[in-house]
T-cell receptor, first 116, second 112 residues
Framework: DAGVIQSPRHEVTEMGQEVTLRCKPI?????LFWYRQTMMRGLELLIY????????DSGMPEDRFSAKMPNASFSTLKIQPSEPRDSAVYFC??????????????FGEGSRLTVL | KQEVTQIPAALSVPEGENLVLNCSFT??????LQWFRQDPGKGLTSLLL?????REQTSGRLNASLDKSSGRSTLYIAASQPGDSATYLC???????????FGQGTELSVKP
């Protein structure tokens, strides 16, 4: 398996523009997580899905952020409008989660977002 | 609220030294604990995962232990090498849904 695949790897945009980050989880995994990493705040969980259903979006900073998972093999994180303080590395991760599974988490390489 | 603390934030050791990284947490109600490695500009790589019912896991030169009663996990690295230089993060899995809570990480530098 190719692992968790994220795109784009780097994105530079201007304040006010819409940003869409994409993620393809590992085939067979049923849980998908979006994290944001900054020097100041470390790794923060934004939202996670189980079987394509959002379970916990309490980490989404504000209404400018939205995430979807239309099927088991694709998810998007959208920021509209973007602001300079959204600059960070956004990670997608997936796992196979059941009551009897290990729940080991696998990360993508991340999308580095810079908002000017 | 579950909090995860990693001390020290940074550590520098000479090559060949055995070392221990620490992770402490406030709530013993956990499902699992996972140790990750992150190289600069890269994603996180899973190193070891310990289930709540286990006390330790080993992989090569790495050994991770879990003591729920004291709220501690340690990652032991034997015979450290310059290639071990990276940031090491621990993360706790809660009982519900697979959500992980991360520590801030320990940045390790192994000098040749």
């Amino acid at each position: 398996d190719a692992g968790v695949i994220q795109s784009p790897r780097h994105e530079v945009t201007e304040m006010g523009q819409e940003v869409t980050l994409r993620c393809k989880p590992i085939s067979g995994h049923n849980s998908l997580f979006w994290y944001r990493q900054t020097m100041m705040r470390g790794l923060e969980l934004l939202i996670y899905f189980n079987n394509n259903v959002p379970i916990d979006d309490s980490g989404m900073p504000e209404d400018r952020f939205s995430a979807k998972m239309p099927n088991a093999s694709f998810s998007t994180l959208k920021i509209q409008p973007s602001e300079p303080r959204d600059s960070a590395v956004y990670f997608c991760a997936s796992s196979h989660w059941t009551s009897g599974s290990t729940g080991e988490l696998f990360f993508g390489e991340g999308s580095r977002l810079t908002v000017l | 609220k579950q909090e995860v603390t990693q001390i020290p934030a940074a550590l520098s050791v000479p090559e060949g030294e055995n070392l221990v990284l620490n992770c402490s947490f406030t709530d013993s109600a956990i499902y699992n604990l996972q140790w990750f490695r992150q190289d600069p500009g890269k994603g996180l790589t899973s190193l070891l995962l310990i289930q709540s019912s286990q006390r330790e896991q080993t992989s090569g030169r790495l050994n991770a232990s879990l003591d729920k009663s004291s709220g501690r996990s340690t990652l032991y690295i034997a015979a450290s090498q310059p290639g071990d230089s990276a940031t090491y993060l621990c993360a706790l899995g809660r009982n519900q849904g697979g959500k992980l809570i991360f520590g801030q990480g320990t940045e390790l530098s192994v000098k040749p």
